[in-house]
């Protein structure tokens, strides 16, 4: 259509080529120089994926209503094409006009004008959902937004907060709206050496997100100098003294308006709400609002960004994630959704009832948790089993199994519970029982293609698990293993935390594949374990010519997937195969025992580093293979599949 288009415009074949040729890196270019618009950028965006959950969602209806204008914008240029396309000898564009304008009949005139009205109303619908009932901001206007909220409050970065000891909150969702209105009490607990005064609240930065009603049980004064950023202090009239407590209410809600350019992934879903806890409001300086790219960093005079503090970083050995606000939280939910829904999160299934064409679910934790937890929604199908402990010192203690998963994705449920029964069985005979009453694996759309650990839950992507196509004669069970990795998570990430310093990584994700690929060993011959190493080989490769920055020890590891999956899953097998099984788990579990979370008296006033990591491995390894933890840790080296080598 362009290429017929041009070619009437110019009246020369080759020149209409080359015309088109054009367009189309301009169409490219304008994206680079702040023109995003799906009514400026030619043909609009492509569709999200279709999921059997939720189908096209929300996506469907913006991406339908900008082809509509831009199958417009093409008829009418077709027509003035069809006006222009040469007849005889002339070749000036105004001649060709006018002669071939005098000859248009009223029925074509009247329908280019209905096209052009259409047109402006289908274009004028999109720009009032897309710039007056949603903000529209181009990828410069983000930029200066986050070097802003970095060169303004950066200077809050550790700040002495309260941490959240106790989480109260009642939840209602409302799938076919994209909704949900949240009230939620902290308590809140001075944990340093020091009174606090001030207390910094940031919302989380959706527009279409509004966080009200902020109320603490004292009295206190607002300062809102930053709210543009979503970022308001509280004072105290009272400060708060090391080892007092404080409450703080909340009430959050999201309310969609309309449509948006670039419709995003809010979490609430017609069916298949994901979202964790990270949309509630948090405490002090965000540093995952910061600008990444460092050229761009650069162009607005900001220093290069340290991704991963250093090891020994006094301030980050305190904390488990960035900008961490609690050190474990109980947890109390009532969520409620639309009929015939079910939703999850993390705890025991207290109470559920149905009113009023909803359904309600009562969670309540016993024992406290990492403050990571999920809220999930959907018109699930559920399979149920149960695990019985046969290790002491918890013989006979069952827990249970559910996968809540969408109707007709039964592919794969066999291979998933088998995986989360013999995981629970690895893990709690080679590194410490199992802390939860239940465990949970949650289907989720794949718009997203993921699997998360929670305690005692797992959101799980249908694309991932689900869905698979698994051939056992020539495919690695992908459902199996992956199943196993996040079972491994209840442990290495949830029984014990790392600090969030360079190696944290290594600590929760490489010893989550180490744990899963020993599992995956149960069950599977050697020539598949060979399989998946290849292919975790080829994922390491890959990633190591795509890096842009020098490699690091994994031990050192910061956020490079291609290290802490894949080349951490091959040198953690390298180093069970040079120094045995039993070995790498009595490491394993010595290191667990010493640095886990809860109920640890005897744990440093930190959290674990690979340092620690290592002692325990230079503990079980004889002094002739000290030199292999040096090699296949310590530097960057790698475990060759093929050659059985240690190589650089």
């Not at 070749?91 to 000859?103: E, S």
């Not at 949603?134 to 200066?144: D, G, I, L």
């Not at 040096?630 to 530097?635: A, R, S, V």
């Amino acid at each position: 259509m362009l290429l017929y288009f041009f070619q009437a415009l110019t009246g020369h074949k080759f020149i209409g080529i080359i015309a088109t040729l054009v367009f189309a890196v301009i169409n490219v270019l304008l994206g680079v120089f702040g023109v995003e618009h799906v009514l400026l950028n030619f043909g609009g965006h492509s569709l999200a994926k279709y999921s059997e959950m939720n189908a096209y969602g929300h996506f469907l209806k913006p991406y339908l209503l900008v082809k509509i204008y831009w199958t417009i914008v093409g008829v009418l240029l077709l027509m003035i094409a069809a006006i222009l396309i040469g007849r005889g000898t002339e070749t000036q564009l105004k001649r060709r006009w006018k002669a071939r304008r005098k000859q248009l009949g009223k029925p074509l005139t009247t329908f280019s004008m209905y096209l052009l009205l259409l047109l402006i109303g289908t274009g004028g619908y999109i720009f009032y959902n897309t710039n007056v009932l949603n903000e529209f901001w181009t990828q410069s206007v983000k930029e200066r937004f986050r070097a802003d909220y970095e060169k303004t409050l950066k200077q809050f970065e550790y700040i002495e907060q309260p941490k959240i000891i106790a989480t109260n909150l009642k939840v209602e969702l409302y799938p076919s709206e994209r909704a949900y209105e949240i009230n939620g009490e902290y308590i809140l607990t001075n944990s340093s050496n020091k009174p606090i005064r001030d207390i910094h609240i940031q919302k989380v930065l959706e527009a279409d997100v509004k966080l009200t009603d902020i109320r603490f049980n004292q009295a206190n004064t607002l300062n809102k100098i930053h709210s543009e950023f979503d970022y308001h202090i509280y004072t105290l009239q009272y400060p708060l003294m090391p080892g007092d407590s404080l409450k703080m209410y909340f009430s959050q809600s999201l309310q969609p308006k309309g449509f948006e350019a670039n419709p995003s992934y809010s979490g609430v879903l017609y069916n298949g709400t994901f979202f964790n806890n990270n949309i509630l409001p948090s405490f002090g300086y965000r540093k995952k609002y910061e600008l990444q790219d460092e050229a761009i960093r650069k162009s607005y005079n900001l220093s290069p960004r340290i991704t991963e503090a250093k090891r020994g970083n006094k301030k980050e050995l305190v904390n488990a994630r960035t900008g961490s606000d609690s050190d474990g939280t109980t947890l109390e939910m009532i969520i409620g959704t639309e009929a015939p829904q079910t939703a999850v999160t993390s705890g025991n299934l207290v109470r559920q009832w149905s009113e009023n064409d909803r359904n309600y679910f009562h969670y309540k934790t016993d024992q406290p948790i990492i403050n990571f937890y999920s809220i999930v929604s959907a018109d699930y199908a559920i399979v149920k089993d149960a695990y019985t402990s046969s290790i002491p010192p918890l013989n006979n203690r069952t827990t249970d199994l559910e996968i809540y998963y969408h109707k007709g994705h039964e592919y794969n449920l066999d291979r998933m519970m088998e995986s989360m029964k013999m995981s629970l069985d690895y893990c709690s005979k080679n590194f410490s029982p199992y802390q939860y009453k239940q465990i949970r694996i949650m289907e989720f759309p794949r718009y997203w293609e993921f699997a998360q650990s929670f305690p005692n839950a797992i959101p799980f992507s249908e694309a991932i698990g689900f869905i698979l196509d698994i051939d056992d004669k020539q495919d690695v069970d992908m459902a199996f293993y992956i199943t196993a990795h996040e079972l491994a998570h209840q442990w290495w990430g949830l029984q014990l935390e790392a600090a969030n310093v360079q190696g944290q990584n290594m600590i929760l994700e490489t010893l989550a594949q180490y744990t899963a690929t020993m599992i995956l060993k149960e069950k599977y011959p050697e020539e598949k374990i060979q399989q998946f190493l290849l292919l975790q080989l080829e994922d390491y490769q890959k990633g190591k010519r795509r890096a842009k920055k020098e490699e690091l020890p994994l031990t050192l590891v910061e956020n490079e997937e291609h290290l802490y999956y894949a080349k951490g899953a091959i040198n953690m097998y390298a180093f069970q195969k040079y120094i045995g099984e039993e070995q790498v788990n009595l490491a394993l579990r010595n290191f667990l025992s010493e640095w886990h979370t809860f109920n640890n008296p005897n744990k440093p006033n930190r959290y674990a580093t690979t340092k620690d990591l290592m002692s325990h491995f230079r503990a079980v390894t004889p002094d002739s293979l000290q030199y292999i933890i040096t090699d296949l840790f310590e530097k960057v080296k790698y475990y060759d599949v093929q050659t059985g080598e240690i190589i650089e």
